[in-house]
């Protein structure tokens, strides 16, 4: 007699994720530990950055650099961004970014109409 074989589980689709959906999600409290303890570090950067007295670009590149750092580790663990679907991380980061290239290319023309009313209108 020959052997038979269970059909494999499907590992996605309705089947596979309402088991998951009910269960819910767990990360280990130690992820979220070293996280909390990162933003930590981090935030203690940010103040050195005061506390050394550091001035003009450099004190400002570190400042939002920090301050960057700090906010995608909060949106990609704490928010679970980190395991949600390509798709959607692409749909709730792009729009931002496009808006962030826009003001920038704004900011890039006020310098140059700011500059060409200082030749014309003196």
Do not use: N
Not at 58 to 69: G, S
């Amino acid at each position: 007699m020959p052997e038979t074989h269970a059909p494999p589980v499907p590992h996605g689709g309705p089947a596979g994720d309402a088991g998951h959906a009910a269960t819910g999600q767990a990360h280990p409290i130690g992820l979220y530990l070293k996280i909390w303890a990162l933003l930590f570090v981090l935030s203690a950067c940010s103040y050195l950055v005061d506390y050394f007295q550091l001035q003009g670009m450099l004190r400002w590149t570190l400042i939002v650099l920090f301050m960057l750092a700090k906010a995608a580790l909060i949106v990609a663990v704490f928010m679970h961004m980190a395991w949600e679907r390509l798709a959607l991380v692409y749909a709730i980061l792009l729009p931002p970014l496009c808006l962030l290239v826009l003001v920038w290319m704004m900011a890039e023309e006020s310098d140059y109409t700011f500059l060409l009313r200082g030749e014309f209108f003196r």
